[in-house]
């Protein structure tokens, strides 16, 4: 065959593998350089790895779109809706609008809903259920004024710039509407964002393609994949397509996975690892351009660990890091006081790196007491890294509590200097630093709009929350607050009982207008605690990609 027609039935396979990604995931990766052809190995040579003979094929951040329905929006809706988009959403609007007496005409053209466009991306490496910032706009040309306070109801996403294609549902999305209240962001109302909205339906998936279709060679990567990283990791379908699931120790590290599977030997044999653990540590230790070198030693197995432990005594901490990250990924708790005491050090630049090394690799008991001591860290954003942290390992340090089903208020009370965050992208939620908190027993705060008040006056043993109804400002609802501002959020947020008015439990204020009252409040001395300070996390990054279709 010449080299024409092996480069041409190349492509026809490359193809097919990224068809077969397409249809199980969304849309394949298009990042990584074309594959080039070569020669067949007449040999598997003792430097063969397994990126050297197999390309992995991964979807990355796939764009995704939909049409939807938000409801609650008190005459800032409009009835505006060309007539594809109301047909594909009559068909989703019976399931997920719970009511049996719908007319579905009249619901969409209410003044108190509006269709919107959603827009998002799912991350790369994704994992089934996991969560992700979605975009919604009202359609344009509407006569949708605002969506705030309005809710999203179930719809489904599919790959964008699909709107009518039979495709695989890819994600799902729904939930409160945000729009921004603080000064940095204030935009228009028509577009918001759904906060961890997006659902992502199915799981991460990686396939091998083999440059040279070949069932032996096939064959070979797999049980070396499985040899290294354990049983039913890889299976090989084909000649040129081996399947790779994730391995558990790497679940939350899938694209280091990827990258030590590319950098794995095939043939390994104890004086060829032997060799190649003293060349790659030595690289380690001289080399600037660390990053290669350590997946390579990662790959090569836990028969580096002699040589890597001699490198913690090493002066430069920068290849302590490494070395200790290698020796802990590699199931060696040698190196875990190396990175303690780079975590500890208000001097390093690798604090966070140690950290979150610590915590994705390290024992969970370690990890816990390495991280709640970090608490106390001066520096706060060593303090926010430390509470995420936390967070991922579900430790009870952390206070816990779903407000409204918006957001949720979580404290911490261990802490020196006092800070309330809010969290404007992934899970909405705020962060009591150094809880309890607690307001002045003199204060009144008002929305910009008017329609709330926090009031206690001088002696008042209580706090006051009173919300104006807002299409008729006579009628108000006033509940009853302690000073601990939990407690007031909890009023301002939690969901009313309906059916019995006197035993509301909150005014169910949209999450936004609830993080402007709390920046008010710290601006205007409202907090007992002077010292206390407000952050907000950054908005949603949420990508354009464009694609070819």
Not at 461 to 480: A, D, F, G, Q, T
Request: glycine content about 6%; some cysteine; aromatic content about 8%.
């Amino acid at each position: 065959m010449d080299n024409k027609a092996k480069k041409t039935d190349l492509w026809v396979f490359i193809v097919a593998v990224s068809l077969l990604v397409l249809v199980g995931c969304g849309a394949p990766e298009k990042k990584r350089k074309q594959i080039e052809p070569y020669e067949p190995l007449s040999e598997i040579t003792q430097d063969s790895t397994i990126g050297s003979l197999a390309e992995a094929f991964s979807y990355g951040k796939v764009a995704v779109e939909g049409y939807g329905i938000v409801a609650g929006l008190n005459g800032t809706g409009s009835s505006e809706c060309p007539p594809q988009i109301r047909t594909y959403l009559k068909k989703y609007i019976l399931k997920n609008v719970p009511t049996s007496k719908l007319d579905i005409d009249e619901f969409i053209d209410s003044s108190d809903t509006s269709v919107v466009h959603i827009y998002g991306v799912i991350p790369e490496a994704v994992s089934k259920n996991q969560y992700f910032d979605l975009q919604v706009n009202a359609l344009p040309g509407s006569q949708t004024t605002s969506l705030k306070g309005s809710w999203l109801y179930e719809s489904d996403l599919k790959v964008a710039g699909s709107f009518g294609v039979t495709l695989k549902v890819l994600a799902s999305a729904k939930g409160p509407v945000y729009i921004d209240t603080l000064g940095d962001a204030i935009g228009d109302e028509k577009t918001g964002y759904i906060l961890a909205g997006g659902t992502a339906l199915q799981e991460y998936r990686v396939v091998l393609a083999l440059r040279k279709p070949d069932f032996k060679i096939a064959s070979l990567i797999r049980n070396r994949i499985n040899e290294r990283f354990g049983n039913n990791i890889a299976k090989a379908t084909s000649q040129g397509i081996i399947e790779l699931k994730i391995p558990p120790k790497y679940r939350h590290q899938k694209k280091r996975f990827l990258q030590i599977l590319s950098a794995t030997y095939l043939v390994q044999t104890e004086e060829s690892t032997k060799q190649r653990a003293a060349n790659f540590v030595r690289k380690l230790a001289v080399e600037p351009d660390k990053g290669p070198t350590e997946i390579t030693i990662e790959a090569i197995g836990n028969q580096c660990l002699s040589k890597l432990a001699a490198l913690l005594e090493l002066s430069d901490q920068h290849i302590r890091l490494r070395a200790a990250r290698c020796m802990l990924n590699l199931g060696s708790d040698q190196g875990l006081n190396a990175l303690r005491q780079i975590a500890m050090d208000k001097n390093s630049p690798y604090r966070i790196e140690a950290i979150e090394t610590i915590t994705a690799s390290a024992s969970r008991n370690d990890a816990s007491a390495l991280v709640r001591s970090l608490l106390k860290d001066e520096d706060f954003n060593i303090v926010k890294v430390a509470y995420e942290q936390l967070r991922k390992l579900n430790d009870i340090a952390i206070t816990q509590k779903l407000i409204g089903r918006n957001f949720y208020l979580e404290q911490i009370p261990i802490i020196k200097q006092k800070y309330i965050m809010v969290y404007r992208s992934d899970q909405p939620r705020v962060v009591i630093f150094g809880a309890p908190i607690y307001c002045k027993e003199n204060i009144f705060i008002e929305s910009e709009d008017g329609n709330i008040i926090l009031n206690a006056p001088a002696g008042q043993k209580y706090v006051s929350i009173i919300r104006k109804h807002p299409k008729r400002p006579n009628v108000l609802v006033k509940l009853k607050s302690s000073f601990e501002l939990s407690d007031i959020i909890t009023t301002l947020c939690e969901e009313s009982v309906k059916r019995a008015p006197q035993n509301q439990t909150g005014l169910n204020i949209s999450y936004g207008e609830m993080i402007s009252l709390l920046k008010q409040m710290v601006d205007k001395g409202a907090i007992k605690d002077e010292n206390v300070q407000f952050k907000a996390g950054p908005m949603p990054k949420i990508e354009q990609i464009s694609r070819n279709y």
